[in-house]
């Protein structure tokens, strides 16, 4: 491993966080690190679990802890799944191929992004794991078909449907700093280099990874499509509930449906076929001042009443955030910064850096509650506060 990962001071995710801020320049290290318009969903995230309280049961020996898990009938070793996180390639050469490689090394699951830098059967064969395919219908229905198609001859297991981007959030620091020139390339970009200077080695792997970046994932009909206004595309090609009729026939398989904030869509989704559920805020990059997800979690769960399996990501910074969600009846958590941190620090032996902090901290989590498995964990591990019961029962 990496001596800046593997160092005795990198200790939890803040530290990955700092040597991805030291290697990166700003354009990609705050689209990693940033959040739509004032950011209060993308801070709300993280401090939401800071507002739950444990309940241990003492004196009660846990000599061994298993973390294993089934998600959709897939084992992984630990309830923590890889999110699907765009343009990873601009923090890390190969940069999915890299998270998958640690994901499936550390016995869990990866999930691509449509948004990826690296051919999806590329990242299939990168990892020993399962792994799911995240869609976005940019580039229309047929583009979307081949895609689809794609993702099921390389193996990938499940189907992930994200219904929260009708349009893109309002990424502020983005169009600041120049991600969309960094992507783009050509003039535009010449502004920017002096903040691409000062890392000259991000700046070296990223040239030898071949600097522009284009979605091979997308295929239109003049070849992949290249970096272009996300937003706009997007916008074209929001998912209705509608989609997901051809969406499953086209797939046949497992559909996770991603993006669900009140129970009403999670009652919807059900009803449209969906076989898994992620409470999700999109890390707060989408519509700002929305509840964080782990406050949401409780009235999903109820609306859902056991019928499908319920996923969650957003804030998720730390072991003992991933147990609160699971006392709150997550089957397991995903986890998108806390791993493109490491990625962006160290490549695969950052993200497997990110991976094992999680780990130690369930595991020694669990034992200060008294518990072995994850699949003994409820809601009496915890105390939430008064007011979110309310919301999950109404």
Same mark, same amino acid.
């Given at each position: $491993?990496?001596?800046?990962?593997?160092?005795?001071?990198?200790?939890?995710?803040?530290?990955?966080?700092?040597?991805?801020?030291?290697?990166? *320049?700003?354009?990609?290290?705050?689209?990693?690190?940033?959040?739509?318009?004032?950011?209060?969903?993308?801070?709300?995230?993280?401090?939401?679990?800071?507002?739950?309280?444990?309940?241990?049961?003492?004196?009660?020996?846990? *000599?061994?802890?298993?973390?294993?898990?089934?998600?959709?009938? @897939?084992?992984?070793?630990?309830?923590?799944?890889?999110?699907?996180?765009?343009?990873?390639?601009?923090?890390?050469?190969?940069?999915?191929?890299? /998270? /998958?490689?640690?994901?499936?090394?550390?016995?869990?699951?990866?999930?691509?992004?449509?948004? #990826?830098?690296?051919?999806?059967?590329?990242?299939?064969? @990168?990892?020993?794991?399962?792994?799911?395919?995240?869609?976005?219908?940019?580039?229309?229905?047929?583009?979307?078909?081949?895609?689809?198609?794609?993702?099921?001859?390389?193996?990938?297991?499940?189907?992930?449907?994200?219904?929260?981007?009708?349009?893109?959030?309002?990424?502020?620091?983005?169009?600041?700093?120049?991600?969309?020139?960094?992507?783009?390339?050509?003039?535009?970009?010449?502004?920017?280099?002096?903040? $691409?200077?000062?890392?000259?080695?991000?700046?070296?792997?990223?040239?030898?990874?071949?600097?522009?970046?284009?979605?091979?994932?997308?295929?239109?009909?003049?070849?992949?499509?290249?970096?272009?206004?996300?937003? &706009? &595309?997007?916008?074209?090609?929001?998912?209705?509930? @509608?989609?997901?009729?051809?969406?499953?026939?086209?797939?046949?398989?497992?559909?996770?449906?991603?993006?669900?904030?009140?129970?009403?869509?999670?009652?919807?989704?059900?009803?449209?076929?969906?076989?898994?559920?992620?409470?999700?805020?999109?890390?707060?990059?989408?519509?700002?001042?929305?509840?964080?997800?782990?406050?949401?979690?409780?009235?999903?769960?109820?609306?859902?009443?056991?019928?499908?399996?319920?996923?969650?990501?957003?804030?998720?910074?730390?072991? #003992?955030?991933?147990?609160?969600?699971?006392?709150?009846?997550?089957?397991?958590?995903?986890?998108?910064? /806390?791993?493109?941190?490491?990625?962006?620090?160290?490549?695969?032996?950052?993200? @497997?850096?990110?991976?094992?902090?999680?780990?130690?901290?369930?595991?020694?989590?669990?034992?200060?509650?008294?518990?072995? #498995?994850?699949?003994?964990?409820?809601?009496?591990?915890?105390?939430?506060?008064?007011?979110?019961?309310?919301?999950?029962?109404?």
């Amino acid at each position: $491993m990496a001596r800046s990962v593997a160092s005795p001071r990198v200790v939890n995710i803040a530290d990955l966080r700092r040597l991805a801020k030291r290697r990166l *320049p700003r354009m990609a290290f705050d689209y990693i690190d940033g959040g739509a318009d004032r950011e209060i969903t993308l801070r709300d995230n993280c401090a939401a679990f800071d507002e739950i309280l444990f309940r241990p049961r003492c004196a009660v020996a846990t *000599p061994r802890c298993d973390l294993s898990t089934t998600v959709l009938g @897939a084992k992984i070793d630990l309830p923590v799944i890889l999110a699907p996180v765009g343009s990873s390639r601009m923090f890390y050469p190969r940069g999915e191929e890299a /998270a /998958a490689r640690a994901a499936g090394r550390a016995g869990t699951l990866y999930t691509l992004s449509t948004l #990826s830098g690296c051919r999806l059967e590329d990242v299939k064969a @990168a990892t020993s794991g399962p792994a799911w395919y995240q869609l976005y219908l940019v580039g229309g229905h047929e583009v979307a078909r081949a895609a689809i198609a794609r993702a099921k001859a390389a193996g990938y297991q499940a189907l992930v449907v994200t219904i929260d981007t009708p349009v893109a959030g309002m990424r502020e620091r983005d169009p600041r700093n120049g991600t969309k020139e960094l992507l783009g390339g050509g003039l535009p970009m010449l502004p920017y280099l002096p903040q $691409m200077l000062t890392r000259p080695g991000w700046l070296l792997d990223w040239f030898a990874d071949g600097g522009l970046m284009d979605f091979p994932n997308i295929v239109l009909q003049d070849g992949p499509m290249g970096y272009a206004d996300v937003a &706009a &595309a997007l916008e074209q090609s929001m998912v209705s509930w @509608a989609d997901l009729k051809w969406i499953r026939e086209a797939w046949q398989g497992p559909v996770v449906v991603k993006g669900v904030h009140i129970g009403d869509d999670a009652r919807r989704a059900i009803d449209e076929g969906a076989d898994a559920l992620v409470v999700s805020n999109h890390g707060g990059r989408q519509l700002d001042t929305v509840s964080p997800t782990i406050r949401a979690l409780p009235e999903i769960v109820a609306a859902v009443n056991g019928q499908v399996e319920v996923l969650m990501d957003g804030g998720v910074r730390a072991g #003992s955030d991933v147990v609160k969600a699971l006392c709150l009846g997550a089957r397991a958590v995903l986890i998108g910064r /806390a791993y493109a941190y490491g990625l962006a620090a160290a490549g695969e032996a950052g993200v @497997a850096r990110a991976i094992e902090i999680l780990r130690a901290d369930i595991i020694r989590t669990l034992k200060l509650l008294g518990v072995d #498995s994850p699949a003994k964990l409820d809601a009496s591990y915890t105390q939430p506060p008064a007011a979110w019961s309310a919301r999950a029962s109404g």
